[in-house]
């Protein structure tokens, strides 16, 4: 059980500017003057030193004072002053007013007891001050406001809020306040916070921002609490090393894990690329045997230049598998389980591209080490129109599969390798395709004819392995794609619709050639969802092309209602083989099939359909019509009344779903409700319930809580989930990992103070293994 109280009360500055709060709350929120903000315009002639006077009464003496009494009015640029009284002595350059008393220019708006405002340095002291920053909900109090020379303010014995009037949830009080208009920070010394009218934290001296221009100092602290972590507590600090350059150094220490460091540089490099470097550690992690040393690196950069190039980097990697399941990491979630290490660097021209590339993916909790692309070359050319509306592509590459392993004896899924050494290989391949297509209202068509041109070049592999140290493959595809369109007026449940009937059909042929002499280097088995039925491809990657001679039959209706907004649509279709399928993705010891290969594909099927006003289906089925078996289908309800409400019905099911850690399969049907609801004006309910039908067990539950109002907003929620607890060597003693974690989490936010902003339903929504996802793919 986990309880978490967490206090924001700044964001970190961004290299990039944040996005702005919900435009609908911050109108609401946005705090106005007592008395209307005029559209006061500079004079476009330059004569902003002009001052325009009027009043019911007046009197002067020429060179020395002017007198005004009675709705007294004076402007000067975007400057605005309202009294009841002002003396203006022309000798001093001096004006002071009080009774009434206004001031306003572009940014403010102020109302105090007693002005003196000093024309000649452009400058003024007012007296019991109220404050007001136009189109923010800042607003407060000083004993004394100064305007000085330099456009910067001077607040004395001062305070200032986000709430509105009247309401006390939170005032931070200061002796003084000084706001640098050009630094655009502020300074604050002696700040008191209080909350609720009770006094909850002292700062002898701090410095907020007043825009999003970044200065270094520490960031506010944050606090929590937990019965894995024990007691946490972090304090930021930020480092505005350049315009283009920015460092946060994070110090959390943890009572029952020790001193965690995290670090993140970032920069930009000129005007398209960017990038940054994160180095996290914890030295002795208390809470595992052996006390083990917990580090994490990460790198990433992407950008463009020379307006032809681009470039990408990623690379990341971890002291143990559970890393990001105990530490809460800058980089990653715990759900993630894939570290990429990728790097990448392209040429672009309007018809042909080129690229080098090399990646090496780890994955968390996985025994066998994926194959590494070191490197890949490629180059495409794209000729449309090539001649007599004929289109010709050209695809090509060259790629080293390095193993970290070669050589050595290694598990593999493919039989053929099974209990033999790691091959390594070289790969060529060639890609020409010819293509004719036709296009028109009714309807489409394309002819298409494609080459695989490949050789392997294999290495590192046993004597008396199945595989070759050279192959020489060429397979010829033919493709012939049709698709015809139909409508109709149609009137189903008293209401008028637009149906569509939209058939197709492809003839696919590939060739054959035996290839269970070529190892298996990024290749695997594709899903059979209805847009896949019509594929060109059976398997992901290269190594294995299997032989076509099929017919896929599809067809897609739609209901559009009398404003062209989609209602419904449902697709079906099946493919249907007329030769058996001689290049399965994995042979035996004899280079027999291990597949039994049917006549025909599954049946897949999608439904997505807008039932009744706010009330939302959508689905699909994968279903093997020879079997008579489900072999794969997900179904979900929603009712969408309106913003911030939603309850959803889930269901799913997966069967034959493998283990990545053992050869295991187990079959998935989980069910799920998922809501989002508010109880009163700003306050919200956020919930989600997954129940695992053939365990008979609860694998996660959130609850949550969320009120928000324009000063403040506080979050407190409830969490039950299964753990990914991967085998882990880091410890002497393997640990003892709780199959399931349970927590209350408590999060507030003060608004004003530099916060991480608002608290939303919809990060609440994300929260936990299953994140919220519109399911519906209407054309709307």
């Not at 946005?30 to 019911?56: A, C, E, M």
């Not at 060529?428 to 394309?446: K, M, R």
């Not at 009330?615 to 078996?629: L, M």
């Amino acid at each position: 059980m986990q309880i978490r109280y967490l206090v924001a009360l700044s964001l970190l500055p961004q290299l990039v500017m944040a996005g702005e709060a919900p435009a609908e709350r911050v109108s609401q929120c946005i705090i106005q003057p007592p008395v209307p903000v005029p559209d006061h315009q500079s004079d476009k002639q330059g004569t902003d030193k002009l001052i325009r006077i009027s009043s019911v009464d007046s009197e002067a003496q020429m060179g020395k004072q002017a007198r005004f009494s009675g709705d007294v009015t004076l402007i000067q640029g975007n400057r605005l002053i309202k009294a009841d009284e002002a003396v203006l002595d022309q000798r001093k350059e001096q004006l002071d007013a009080n009774g009434n008393l206004v001031f306003q220019d572009s940014a403010f708006t102020v109302t105090a007891d007693a002005l003196q405002a000093r024309m000649k340095n452009n400058s003024a002291t007012l007296k019991g001050a109220k404050y007001w920053l136009h189109g923010q909900q800042v607003h407060g109090d000083a004993n004394e406001l100064e305007i000085t020379p330099n456009n910067n303010l001077l607040l004395s014995e001062t305070n200032f809020t986000t709430c509105p009037p009247g309401d006390s949830s939170w005032l931070l009080e200061a002796d003084k306040i000084k706001i640098d208009s050009k630094e655009e920070w502020g300074e604050i010394w002696d700040a008191r916070l209080r909350v609720g009218g009770i006094p909850v934290l002292y700062v002898p001296y701090m410095t907020v921002p007043v825009s999003d221009k970044r200065k270094t100092g520490l960031l506010f602290p944050t606090f929590s609490t937990s019965s894995t972590n024990g007691v946490e507590f972090a304090l930021p600090w930020y480092w505005n090393i350049a315009p283009e350059y920015d460092m946060t150094f994070t110090p959390q220490y943890m009572s029952n894990r020790g001193l965690f460091l995290k670090n993140e540089f970032r920069y930009l490099a000129g005007e398209a690329q960017k990038g940054q470097v994160n180095l996290e550690y914890l030295g002795s992690d208390r809470s595992l045997a052996g006390s083990p040393d917990r580090y994490l690196y990460h790198w990433e950069h992407q950008g463009a230049f020379d307006n032809n190039w681009r470039v990408l980097a990623n690379y990341t990697d971890v002291s143990d598998n559970n890393f990001f399941n105990d530490l809460n990491s800058d980089v990653a979630q715990a759900t993630d389980n894939q570290l990429s290490r990728v790097g990448e660097l392209s040429y672009f021209q309007n018809n042909w591209n080129a690229g080098i590339r090399v990646q090496d993916i780890k994955v968390l909790g996985e025994d066998d080490e994926p194959y590494q692309v070191m490197p890949q070359v490629n180059f495409n050319y794209f000729s449309p129109d090539l001649w007599q509306s004929l289109d010709f592509n050209f695809a090509s590459e060259v790629t080293n599969f390095a193993h970290i392993d070669a050589g050595e004896l290694g598990q593999s899924e493919d039989p053929l390798l099974a209990n033999q050494t790691i091959p390594t290989a070289t790969r060529l391949h060639l890609e020409p395709t010819l293509s004719w297509p036709i296009y028109g209202p009714a309807g489409s068509f394309v002819s298409e004819l494609k080459l695989y041109q490949t050789n392997y070049w294999q290495r590192d592999f046993a004597t008396d392995s199945a595989l070759s140290s050279q192959v020489n493959r060429t397979i010829p595809q033919a493709r012939l794609y049709g698709q015809v369109n139909f409508e109709r007026q149609t009137r189903l449940f008293d209401a008028n619709y637009r149906q569509t009937l939209e058939p197709q059909i492809q003839y696919l042929y590939v060739g054959y050639q035996n290839q269970s002499d070529i190892g298996l280097y990024d290749t695997g088995a594709l899903q059979d969802d209805f847009y896949g039925l019509f594929r060109d491809r059976r398997y992901t990657g290269l190594d294995r092309i299997a032989n076509a001679n099929q017919v896929t039959l599809g067809v897609t209706t739609r209901l559009f209602d009398k404003h062209n907004e989609e209602q419904l649509k449902f697709s079906i279709g099946q493919i249907f083989y007329l030769e058996d399928n001689k290049v399965p993705l994995y042979n035996d010891r004899n280079g027999n099939e291990l597949e039994d290969t049917p006549s025909f594909s599954v049946l897949a099927a999608e439904l997505d359909a807008k039932l009744y006003e706010d009330f939302y289906f959508s689905g699909a089925v994968q279903y093997d019509t020879k079997e008579q078996e489900n072999q794969k289908s997900e179904f979900t309800l929603d009712y969408r009344p309106g913003a911030n409400k939603l309850v959803q019905l889930s269901y799913r099911y997966v069967p034959d779903l493998q283990y990545t850690d053992n050869s295991e399969t187990v079959d998935i049907s989980q069910a799920g409700i998922r809501g989002a609801w508010p109880i009163m004006d700003d306050l919200y309910f956020v919930g989600n319930w997954y129940y695992d039908l053939n365990e008979s067990r609860s694998i996660e539950t959130y609850t949550g809580f969320q009120y928000e109002s324009c000063c403040w907003a506080v979050r407190l929620s409830y969490h039950y989930r299964i753990k990914t607890n991967y085998d882990d060597d880091i410890a002497t003693v393997q640990d003892p990992r709780d199959q399931f974690e349970s927590g209350v989490y408590l999060n507030f936010v003060i608004k004003g103070l530099g916060g991480s902003g608002p608290l939303g339903v919809e990060d609440m929504l994300n929260e936990g293994l299953f994140n919220y996802r519109k399911p519906l793919y209407l054309r709307n």
